[in-house]
């Protein structure tokens, strides 16, 4: 169980590392004298994976969130109080944010 979690929770961290490289790379760039063609390029370029990075993320604390849930579902069951609650998902997003992670 502990790889299950260490699992998401190891790209939540790698990605926030990698973020702040790139809103310090951000950064440096907003800080020279002008702005020229280039640097826009790779502003526009550093925008696109700080976007991903965020898809990675979310995905990766939904993933956390189910495993504790399904924790917590099992403790129930241990004690006898367990009640069924069924939800309706996207199955497509979900395929999506599992491949994202991967």
Do not use: C, W
């Amino acid at each position: 169980m502990s790889h299950e979690l260490r699992n998401p929770l190891n790209s939540i961290s790698s990605q926030n590392i990698e973020n702040k490289a790139l809103y310090e790379k951000i950064s440096s760039i907003l800080e020279s004298e002008t702005l020229d063609d280039s640097h826009i390029e790779n502003l526009k370029q550093i925008t696109v994976k700080l976007k991903k990075g965020r898809e990675v993320q979310y995905a990766s604390t939904k993933l956390m969130n189910s495993l504790i849930q399904d924790l917590l579902d099992y403790a129930q069951i241990q004690a006898g109080k367990f009640r069924r609650n069924l939800k309706k998902f996207n199955l497509e997003s979900t395929i999506k944010e599992v491949i994202s992670i991967q």
